[in-house]
Nanobody, 120 residues
Framework: QVQLVESGGGLVQAGGSLRLSCAAS????????MGWIRQAPGKERDFVAA????????YYADSVKGRFTISRDKSKNTMFLEMNSLKPEDTAVYYC?????????????WGQGTQVTVSS
């Protein structure tokens, strides 16, 4: 039903910036919430940020609060993650995820991920 494609990852030096994008497509797109989840090598998947599609209310993990900004463009069915002041510990595969249409649904749709590597 929903397809998610991430882009914008790459290699940057510590202190640099990247902007990730997640384009949603499919027959319909009525996700209640979209978010970013990352997984570093040898680590568990961790929540990064999320946004309510309709009202734009955002949520952040403490580790990225003040450095990352999540946003979305409703007209383009696209979500963004502006990543500033990047640190080596931000290195991970970043996944885009989308919930179902209702507020009680979890992340049922996932993208393939995009690699973010931050050098020291």
């Amino acid at each position: 039903q929903v397809q998610l494609v991430e882009s914008g990852g790459g290699l940057v030096q510590a202190g640099g910036s990247l902007r990730l994008s997640c384009a949603a497509s499919g027959r319909t797109f009525r996700s209640y919430r979209m978010g970013w989840i990352r997984q570093a090598p040898g680590k568990e998947r961790d929540f990064v940020a999320a946004i309510s599609w309709n009202d734009g209310i955002s949520y952040y993990a403490d580790s990225v609060k003040g450095r990352f900004t999540i946003s979305r463009d409703k007209s383009k069915n696209t979500m963004f993650l502006e990543m500033n002041s990047l640190k080596p510990e931000d290195t991970a595969v970043y996944y885009c995820a989308a919930s179902g249409a209702g507020p009680t649904t979890g992340y049922g749709y996932w993208g393939q991920g995009t690699q973010v590597t931050v050098s020291s």
